[in-house]
């Protein structure tokens, strides 16, 4: 199958692109991963995408897009594969249709992990990591032991700059602007199917796998 996975940040876009991937048999493909293999690479594409990054700013679309095709030409993507962090915006969803036009294959699904804003922001803001080791524990899920103090090397635990409730809302405010037409792009085409990603990492795997099985109950049964 070919999916694409869209949510907003804090939706646990990667853990689920990881199981359903798994579940599945393709594989999961990031727009992170992808930027990282060709920066460390030094690749022509991993160049001019280091020049924004290096700088905080946003790649653009042609770059992505490039990285992405390139990927998705890879033999394990031959049979499929799991998008997570592509297509953002209507623009690069044209793209991606373009890509898979000149592949000769159709685009299977696009599944929308659904989370409510105040639960996102309970989730990223309740994240703390210390500064020795980088581990991440979490005030209400994971609490540590001694409050302040990682449990794990017993250095000060922190609050991330993006993990701040006025820095979580904020990003809210651009995944609504960049993602609610893109939502209703695939939505107009039939493609979309909404998934609760409230509950247990394996509830919600098996709501995603559900919603699969019912578009194609052939290609992902077992």
């Given at each position: 199958?070919r999916?694409?996975?869209?949510?907003?940040?804090?939706?646990g876009?990667g853990?689920?692109?990881?199981?359903?991937a798994t579940h599945?048999?393709?594989?999961?493909?990031?727009?992170?991963?992808?930027?990282?293999?060709?920066?460390?690479r030094g690749?022509?594409?991993?160049?001019?995408?280091?020049?924004?990054?290096?700088r905080?700013?946003?790649?653009?679309d042609?770059?992505?897009?490039?990285?992405?095709?390139?990927?998705?030409?890879?033999p394990?993507?031959?049979?499929g594969?799991?998008?997570?962090g592509?297509?953002?915006?209507?623009?690069?969803?044209?793209a991606?249709d373009?890509?898979?036009?000149?592949?000769g294959?159709?685009?299977d699904?696009?599944?929308?992990l659904r989370?409510?804003a105040?639960e996102?922001?309970?989730?990223?803001s309740?994240?703390?990591?210390c500064r020795?080791?980088?581990h991440?524990?979490?005030?209400?899920?994971?609490?540590?032991?001694?409050?302040?103090?990682?449990?794990?090397?017993?250095?000060?635990l922190y609050?991330?700059?993006?993990?701040?409730?006025?820095?979580?809302?904020?990003?809210?405010?651009?995944?609504?602007?960049?993602t609610?037409?893109l939502?209703?792009?695939y939505?107009?085409?039939?493609?979309?199917?909404?998934?609760?990603?409230?509950?247990?990492?394996?509830?919600?795997?098996?709501?995603?796998?559900?919603?699969?099985?019912?578009?194609?109950?052939?290609?992902?049964?077992?």
């Amino acid at each position: 199958m070919r999916i694409v996975l869209v949510g907003p940040p804090g939706a646990g876009k990667g853990t689920q692109a990881q199981h359903l991937a798994t579940h599945l048999s393709i594989p999961a493909v990031s727009t992170g991963d992808i930027f990282r293999s060709h920066v460390s690479r030094g690749t022509p594409l991993g160049r001019t995408a280091g020049q924004y990054l290096d700088r905080g700013a946003l790649v653009p679309d042609e770059v992505t897009t490039d990285m992405v095709r390139d990927r998705l030409a890879e033999p394990d993507a031959a049979g499929g594969f799991l998008l997570d962090g592509f297509p953002r915006t209507t623009g690069q969803a044209e793209a991606l249709d373009k890509i898979l036009a000149d592949s000769g294959v159709p685009l299977d699904g696009v599944l929308e992990l659904r989370v409510a804003a105040d639960e996102v922001v309970r989730r990223l803001s309740g994240r703390r990591q210390c500064r020795a080791g980088g581990h991440v524990c979490h005030v209400d899920f994971a609490p540590p032991a001694v409050a302040g103090i990682c449990d794990s090397c017993g250095s000060e635990l922190y609050q991330r700059e993006d993990d701040r409730e006025d820095t979580v809302l904020r990003r809210l405010e651009v995944y609504a602007r960049q993602t609610a037409p893109l939502v209703g792009h695939y939505a107009e085409r039939g493609l979309l199917t909404a998934v609760d990603a409230v509950g247990d990492i394996a509830e919600i795997t098996e709501r995603a796998l559900a919603a699969l099985r019912e578009r194609d109950p052939h290609r992902t049964a077992g």
